[in-house]
């Protein structure tokens, strides 16, 4: 498993050239179209997990623990979130806050529970394909943001390893910019945050505040209501 270390950016008209000043190698441009997933009182995303299905492959994000950053503003501008991309993993995963969370409540009656242990214990692995929608409908998943990215990906080569550069731009018409390490669980955090660091340096980026993502802004356009609960839970 690894742990995704993230900056968002502000993407201006000037920043392919500043990517090719600072020695940046484009590595593909691509399109996809992204489909997320929660129950209808958002249990998994106001505990910040993101569950994502892109172009036939599910991913979930989960927060990772923070280490401590170089600095403060790499502490605030950063995102860590460990990537768990195994559908048998995911939904084990998945199925176990919602069961948390519904045992905490009293809220799900005893052929609801049995649903979920279902997916849970993995039992309908021999049907179970990226497209099969079954588990969802037994864990009362549905589809709360679906939209397409065009992106551009660069590769920065650094003495301290490899960072990427993705641009981002989204059919609702908003662009942001991301710089990204991998790291494999139990890695060097901290070595992450400082690459990403010396990047935005490099890219002359200014750091006062949080960047608005994708999702925030589809969320805050369209989903008000589940926008304004993850403010609340400060998890936006
Ligand atoms: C983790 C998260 C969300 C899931 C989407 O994450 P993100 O990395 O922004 O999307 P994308 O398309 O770049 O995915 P990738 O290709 O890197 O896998 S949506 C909201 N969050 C939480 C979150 C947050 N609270 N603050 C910031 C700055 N980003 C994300």
């Given at each position: 498993m690894t742990v995704e270390v993230e900056r968002k950016?502000?993407?201006?008209?000037?920043?392919?050239?500043?990517?090719?000043?600072?020695?940046?190698?484009?590595?593909?441009?691509?399109?996809?179209?992204?489909?997320?997933?929660?129950?209808?009182?958002?249990?998994?995303?106001?505990?910040?997990?993101?569950?994502?299905?892109?172009?036939?492959l599910w991913e979930l994000k989960c927060p990772?623990?923070?280490?401590?950053?170089?600095?403060?503003?790499?502490?605030?501008?950063?995102?860590?979130?460990?990537?768990?991309?195994?559908?048998?993993?995911i939904q084990s995963e998945v199925s176990r806050i919602i069961r948390e969370h519904t045992a905490e409540g009293s809220e799900s009656n005893s052929s609801q529970r049995e649903q979920i242990d279902k997916v849970a214990e993995n039992e309908d692995t021999e049907i179970c394909s990226a497209d099969d929608t079954k588990w969802l409908n037994d864990l009362n998943l549905v589809c709360f943001a679906e939209f397409k990215t065009e992106r551009c990906s660069y590769t920065l080569e650094r003495e301290t390893g490899a960072v990427r550069v993705d641009l981002d731009q989204a059919d609702f018409g908003h662009c942001v910019g991301e710089i990204e390490v991998l790291v494999p669980e139990g890695g060097d955090m901290n070595a992450a945050l400082q690459r990403i660091s010396a990047i935005a340096v490099e890219l002359g980026l200014s750091c006062e505040k949080k960047v608005k993502g994708k999702m925030h802004v589809y969320l805050q356009r369209y989903r008000p209501e589940h926008y304004e609960e993850l403010l609340s839970a400060h998890i936006l």
């Open positions: 950016f502000v993407c201006d008209a000037e920043i392919i050239g500043k990517l090719q000043d600072i020695g940046a190698k484009c590595i593909g441009q691509w399109q996809f179209r992204d489909q997320y997933f929660d129950s209808p009182n958002f249990i998994l995303t106001l505990k910040n997990f993101w569950l994502r299905c892109r172009e036939g990772a623990v923070s280490g401590t950053a170089p600095d403060n503003d790499t502490e605030t501008l950063c995102t860590r979130y460990r990537e768990i991309t195994s559908l048998p993993l």
